[in-house]
């Protein structure tokens, strides 16, 4: 049940710390790049569900419903891999040949995972279960894994290129990003040894977590610093335009009272 539990703590730890992204105030309107960032936070939350369902069924070997299980456990990794690269290149402002190759990766990946695991229906190439209901990996699921790879590679590479040429508070964003894919990399590197560890679970946790606290929250502080400029800058006109008024009135006042001295 191990298993189960960090599944289950990963996505309370995701729910709790992306509240305000998950649920957006009503009249405020996100921006593409932020629906991508929601978009892609729904569907590791939905990993976390799959992952942590998948131990708990692995314990009670329901055969059936444990494979279908397992499917939609592939489905849910490809498709948060998918609004990830769709995510990094909105959020980087990605428009060359690179964010392209980066979009497209993502969508390969999808259609082959789906592809690979119809396959698995009829001759199982990515896993199977055993007459004992354990779990046996195919030689697709090491290739899925490495395009992964290959994908968090390339995103990390490139982000840490721009983050070279950035300075200040978006330095430190872009190097978060790039960290994200590094920590990803490496831990798909430890589930490629050991198929039976969480560890893309706790890759996403760890990195879901870097990005809101030097991401999110950063972009979230400068807004309100922003903001707040913005409203002084509105107090400060306010007042000048209150005292031109009163001047206005002051020298109105003691035009009337020369002219009435003068009649």
């Not at 690179?98 to 990515?126: D, K, Q, W």
């Amino acid at each position: 049940m191990t298993y189960s539990i960090i599944g289950l703590l990963a996505a309370i730890i995701l729910i709790i710390t992306n509240r305000d992204v998950f649920w957006t105030p009503k009249g405020i309107s996100l921006s593409k790049t932020q629906r991508l960032y929601r978009l892609f936070l729904l569907s590791v939350l939905v990993f976390y569900i799959t992952d942590g369902l998948w131990g708990v069924l692995d314990n009670l070997r329901p055969i059936d419903a444990l494979y279908v299980e397992t499917i939609l456990y592939f489905i849910a990794r490809a498709v948060s891999l998918l609004f990830w690269t769709m995510y990094v290149t909105a959020y980087l402002e990605t428009h060359n040949a690179f964010g392209t190759i980066l979009r497209l990766s993502g969508r390969i990946l999808f259609a082959y995972e789906i592809v690979a695991l119809t396959i698995n229906i009829f001759y199982p190439v990515v896993f199977w279960f055993d007459e004992n209901g354990s779990y046996q990996t195919g030689s697709l699921r090491y290739v899925t894994l490495y395009l992964q790879i290959l994908i968090f590679f390339m995103t990390s590479v490139y982000t840490l290129y721009i983050t070279a040429k950035s300075e200040g508070k978006v330095r430190r964003r872009n190097l978060t990003i790039g960290l994200f894919g590094i920590a990803m990399l490496a831990l798909i590197i430890l589930q490629i040894e050991f198929p039976l560890w969480p560890c893309y679970t706790i890759g996403y946790m760890f990195g879901t977590s870097l990005l809101h606290s030097f991401v999110v929250e950063d972009e979230k502080s400068e807004y309100r610093k922003e903001l707040e400029r913005t409203l002084q800058r509105e107090k400060a006109q306010k007042q000048e335009l209150a005292e031109s008024r009163t001047g206005s009135v002051r020298h109105v006042r003691m035009y009337r009272r020369a002219d009435s001295g003068r009649r």
